[in-house]
């Protein structure tokens, strides 16, 4: 089964910005519905956005007009572009091909990149 794999997370003020990759080679991410999912300390994995074949997107309402998910077909790559970021942003991030048009359903998950916001 291949994976996504992501990349870009790190250490950033809040208010700044940062943006995370997503690659998945052997699968074309084109052809999936793709997710951004993060897991903060202590709690569950939550649902940040996601982007469908047609290249529409949806938004946590948490998230919602501060982050930007877009692709890159001919890198075959999903971007989470992440702007005015919070204290409470801090997690780490996982991509995810997804089977159905909703992301409810995984079909494989990246290995996560952490992305701390310091206040």
């Known amino acids: 089964q291949v994976q996504p794999v992501e990349s870009g997370g790190g250490l950033v003020q809040a208010g700044g910005s940062l943006r995370l990759s997503c690659a998945a080679s052997?699968?074309?991410?084109?052809?999936?519905?793709m997710g951004w999912f993060r897991q903060a300390p202590g709690q569950e994995r939550e649902f940040v956005g996601r982007?469908?074949?047609?290249?529409?997107?949806y938004y946590a309402d948490s998230v919602k007009g501060r982050f930007t998910i877009s692709r890159d077909n001919a890198k075959n790559t999903v971007y989470l572009q992440m702007n005015s970021l919070k204290p409470e942003d801090t997690a780490v991030y996982y991509c995810?091909?997804?089977?159905?048009?909703?992301?409810?359903?995984?079909?494989?998950w990246g290995q996560g990149t952490q992305v701390t916001v310091s206040s």
């Open positions: 982007i469908r074949r047609s290249g529409s997107t």
């Open positions: 052997g699968r074309t991410v084109s052809s999936y519905v």
């Open positions: 995810a091909l997804c089977y159905d048009s909703d992301c409810s359903n995984v079909d494989s």
